[in-house]
C-alpha cells in the first residue's frame, strides 16, 4: 500500500500504556507501508513532570521516548533497560533525593543533560528534538506544552486535607491515599507546544491512547487552545478504553476516576469524554469484548462503540489494536456539521 494512503495520525498519550499504543501505532503504520515518522505525531502528557534534585524529569515523555527507541526496560514499565542505580544509592546517603523514588544512572544522563539544555534556554520540545537526534524514533513526539505544569494531588487525611505532587502520592503511596481532587496549577495560563494545534488541524485520525483518563490526557486536554483544537479538526477521534470488565488495564486510574467522580467502567469513561455531537470529543470508542454488553448505550450516547480485543501483549497485539482504531477512525466519520470544515 502506497504512502498517500496511510493517515496522518495524532496520539495523545501518558507514558507506560501510551508507549505501548504508540509502538503498536507505528508498527500498524509500517505494515500499511508508511514511513511511520512523517504520520505519527504524539502529543506527550507533561503534567508528571517534576524538579528533583536538581534536574528536570519528564518521565512520560522519557517512557515514550526509551520505548520507540527500543531503549526502555519493558517489565518495569518505565527507564532504561540494563540499568544501574549507583548515583540514586549516593543521592540517598546525602538525604537529598526521595529515597521511594529510583533515578537509574542511565536516566540520570538524560535528566542532566536536558537540565543543561534547559538553563541554555532550550525549550521542552527542543529538548525532546534533540534526544530525536540521537535516537531515530520513528515518530514525532511534542509535549502538550513547553511551560512547567505540575500534578498536585490533594488527600484527605481525617477532616484535614493534604496535598502533594502527583510523583509522590503515585510512587511512594501507590494511590493508596483516597484523592480529594487534582490540580495542574499552572495550566491555565500555559500555550500548547509548537505543532500541537496544527498537527490536531492537519490530522487524518486522532487516537487517544487507553492512558489514565484523568492525569494522563486529563492535563493534555486542559492545555488552552487543545479541546477545541480536537473539537474542530475534521480528523476522527477514535478513543481506546482503559477499562475492560470493569477494571484498569494498569495503573490506578480507577482511584483517579472515582476522585472526579467517574464509574470505572467502559462506558463511563467514554461518558467522561462525551461525544462530538455533544460538544465532546468522541466519534468512536474501541471497547473489549467483555464489555460488549455496554455497546448499546455507548452508541445511544452518539458515541460508536466497536468491540475489539484491546489487550497489549506484545508488538503483535499493539499493532492489531492500532489497527483496528485506524479502521474505525475511516468508518466513524465526523458528522457534517460537527467539525469545523
Ligand atoms: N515509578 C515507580 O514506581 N518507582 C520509581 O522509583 C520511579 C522512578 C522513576 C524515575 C524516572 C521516571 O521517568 C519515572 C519513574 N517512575 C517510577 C515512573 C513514574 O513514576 C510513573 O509511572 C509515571 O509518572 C506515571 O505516568
Avoid: K
Wanted: proline residues 5%; glycine residues 10%; hydrophobic residues 45%.
Amino acid at each position: 500500500m502506497s504512502d498517500s494512503r496511510a493517515p496522518r495520525i495524532v496520539v495523545l498519550a501518558g507514558g507506560v500504556g501510551g508507549s505501548n499504543f504508540a509502538l503498536g501505532v507505528r508498527e500498524a503504520l509500517r505494515r500499511r507501508g508508511a514511513d511511520a515518522a512523517s504520520h505519527l505525531t504524539i502529543i506527550a502528557n507533561t503534567g508528571d513532570d517534576l524538579w528533583l534534585t536538581g534536574v528536570r524529569l519528564q518521565p512520560d515523555v522519557d517512557s515514550l521516548v526509551y520505548a520507540l527507541a527500543g531503549v526502555n526496560d519493558a517489565q518495569r514499565g518505565w527507564g532504561r533497560a540494563g540499568e544501574s542505580e549507583r548515583v540514586s544509592a549516593e543521592l540517598t546517603q546525602w538525604g537529598a533525593s526521595w529515597p521511594w523514588f529510583t533515578l537509574g544512572d542511565l536516566d540520570l544522563g538524560l535528566h542532566l543533560a536536558r537540565t543543561g539544555w534547559l538553563r541554555d534556554g532550550a525549550t521542552a520540545s527542543e529538548v525532546i528534538g534533540r534526544m530525536a537526534q540521537r535516537w531515530p524514533l520513528g515518530a514525532r513526539i511534542l509535549p502538550m506544552t513547553d511551560a512547567e505544569v505540575d500534578t498536585i494531588v490533594t488527600v484527605r487525611e481525617g477532616t484535614a486535607e493534604r496535598s502533594m505532587h502527583f510523583q509522590e502520592w503515585w510512587t511512594r503511596h501507590r494511590a493508596a491515599l483516597t484523592p480529594v481532587r487534582f490540580d495542574n496549577p499552572g495550566v491555565a495560563a500555559a500555550s500548547p507546544a509548537p505543532g500541537v494545534i496544527e498537527s490536531i488541524a492537519d490530522a487524518d485520525l486522532v487516537l487517544l491512547a487507553p492512558s489514565n483518563p484523568v492525569v494522563s490526557i486529563g492535563p493534555i486536554l486542559a492545555v488552552p487552545g487543545i479541546r477545541d483544537a480536537l473539537r474542530d479538526t475534521p480528523a476522527s477521534i477514535v478513543g481506546t478504553s482503559p477499562i475492560i470488565a470493569g477494571s484498569v488495564v494498569r495503573g490506578m486510574a480507577d482511584v483517579c476516576l472515582a476522585a472526579i467522580g467517574v464509574d470505572s467502567s467502559a462506558a463511563a469513561v467514554a461518558a467522561h469524554y462525551g461525544a462530538r455531537a455533544d460538544g465532546g470529543l468522541l466519534d468512536a470508542w474501541l471497547i473489549a469484548e467483555e464489555d460488549s454488553v455496554l455497546s448499546a448505550n455507548i452508541d445511544a450516547s452518539g458515541i460508536a462503540a466497536v468491540v475489539r480485543p484491546l489487550w497489549m501483549r506484545d508488538l503483535d497485539t499493539s499493532a492489531a489494536l492500532a489497527e483496528d482504531a485506524m479502521r474505525a477512525g475511516e468508518v466513524h466519520r465526523p458528522r457534517r456539521g460537527q467539525a469545523a470544515r
